[in-house]
């Protein structure tokens, strides 16, 4: 039987009625009366300890344990607290000649600092950094054009530099409700020694990586793929992985992966059974383009939502390989106020069929994910 806390009015009440009874024949909670402050106070005790056992209580299960209590019981199962990502990118500086120093510090104009990875020459007046930022989090990402200062003047560089490679990747900690979905993921199917479920528990422990799929025997017998997709830290990208497929460094029975695939393929070299041989797969596109007709007065307004409720449809049945029904794509577009009466004509995929007929449900070749093209309104 669930427990029914009582509100502190009914403890107010409760608390009235008991020194009354204890003072028969006398008016003992006059307005003014110190038993009726007192018993106020002590009501409003009792209300305080109950929500302090009521938080207990939250804590003492992981499905609703909160911070440090939720990395202890995460910790049970092996799963930590995915950390912050500091953001990197790439500035160019002008200036008549000179060198920018590894750590030379720049900033923003919020008062956000990055610093300077390597040494770096001016070659004919002009030089590309790379830059990281000096915080781990995602306020330092930055857009392309953006200026940014010298902390510390430099003899022969101009103090003011332009972001020419946005500062991407820059990721928050982990949140509660990413980090209950992945520890009770685990508790749910624990660890078995190396099957599909334990690649793609794996691959999203390790930060920035949102999407991960297993596919045994991608590359013959006694070979594990598996694919993965990084929303986040490679939004501009449209979340997918960037370098290229292959191997952990230290495996030497295929080639060895570069970039994302890579940072990845390393991290599961330590989980992996022994006699795996992994490779890491970066998704690629089924770019998937619509023809709707019945909507070309719509306002732009409506034209956004649309488009936001299309790739909504597809990110919600996208698996790599797999089908996404017309079905999914026509319920999201129905829900946007001002879109009734819309009919899709047409739906073209660049990696993928369409079938049956030129509005029917979309497949994905093998490896690639589908994603939102563009709308075509007649």
């Not at 060895?256 to 998704?283: R, S």
Request: glycine share 10%; hydrophobic share 40%.
């Amino acid at each position: 039987m669930v427990f029914s806390r009582p509100t502190l009015t009914e403890l107010r009440k409760q608390v009235a009625a008991d020194i009354a009874a204890g003072l028969p024949g006398v008016n003992a909670l006059l307005r003014y009366n110190n038993l009726t402050i007192i018993g106020d106070v002590e009501a409003a005790l009792v209300d305080g300890c109950f929500g302090y056992l009521d938080w207990i209580t939250k804590q003492s299960v992981p499905f609703t344990a909160e911070d440090e209590y939720l990395e202890g019981w995460a910790a049970l199962k092996g799963v930590t607290r995915k950390p912050a990502i500091a953001a990197t990118g790439k500035v160019t500086f002008n200036g008549t000649a000179g060198t920018i120093p590894a750590s030379t510090v720049l900033t923003r104009s919020d008062g956000l600092s990055f610093t300077v990875d390597v040494d770096t020459d001016l070659i004919n007046g002009i030089a590309v950094a790379g830059i990281t930022a000096a915080s781990a989090g995602a306020s330092p990402n930055t857009v392309l054009g953006t200026t940014l200062s010298l902390a510390s003047a430099i003899s022969g560089i101009n103090s003011l530099c332009t972001v020419t490679e946005a500062i991407t990747g820059g990721l928050d900690v982990e949140r509660d409700d990413d980090l209950r979905t992945r520890m009770i993921a685990e508790y749910a199917r624990p660890a078995s020694g190396g099957s599909s479920t334990d690649y793609e528990n794996w691959a999203l422990s390790i930060p920035g990586v949102t999407r991960a799929w297993c596919v045994p025997k991608l590359y013959g017998a006694g070979t594990v793929g598996v694919l993965f997709m990084m929303d986040d830290v490679r939004s501009e990208h449209g979340g997918f992985p960037q370098g290229t497929n292959g191997v952990a460094t230290a495996e030497t029975r295929g080639v060895v992966a570069t970039g994302d695939q890579l940072a990845l393929a390393n991290a599961l070299y330590e989980l992996q059974p022994v006699t795996a041989l992994v490779y890491l797969v970066a998704c690629t596109e089924n770019r998937i383009d619509l023809t709707i007709d019945g909507l070309s007065t719509a306002t732009d307004t409506t034209k956004t939502a649309i488009a936001a409720a299309f790739a909504s449809a597809l990110l919600s049945t996208a698996v790599p390989s797999g089908s996404s029904p017309l079905s999914a794509i026509e319920a999201k577009i129905a829900s946007v106020s001002g879109a009734a009466g819309f009919v899709i004509t047409e739906v073209t995929a660049s990696a993928g069929t369409v079938s049956p007929g030129p509005t029917g449900n979309i497949s994905s070749n093998p490896g690639t994910l589908p994603v939102a093209g563009s709308i075509t309104y007649i």
